[in-house]
């Protein structure tokens, strides 16, 4: 199963499309996507199979535990399901644009499961923080 991989500079337009960079289309594993509010403030773009996944990871949390419930109701709740269209393009909501706080630039970068849109600011602040040796330090804590 290809996995998403890569960064992409690309734009949404007025009508709130978003053309998926073609070098991630294998990894969505035929035209169907969700998208859904994701960490670090940006916008998760999962295959359908990926979010049935992923899906089935947040149901084997249980609704005991506050935190769980809390995670599947923020993620779920925000969840759009959309189909990619001939011309290679998703309609990302307004709910989850204004979430992200994208306006029409966006940077697409895999993160091997999904696909993560970002307002390009944030990114470049996340992309800050690992450059700052982070890097290195977070692979000693996961024993890279």
Known sequence: MPSF????????DAKGRLIVPSRLRPALEGDQVVLTRWLEVCIAMWSAA??????????EQGSASPAARRVTRYVAASAHVDVIDKQGRITVPQHLRQ????????????ALT???IWNPDRYAEQQQLMEEGRLEELARELNF
């Open 5 to 12: 991989t890569g960064e992409y500079r690309h734009s949404i």
């Open 50 to 59: 990926e979010w049935e996944r992923f899906e089935t990871s947040l149901r």
């Open 99 to 110: 979430f992200a706080g994208i306006d029409r630039d966006v940077v697409v970068s895999g």
């Open 114 to 116: 999904h696909g993560e």
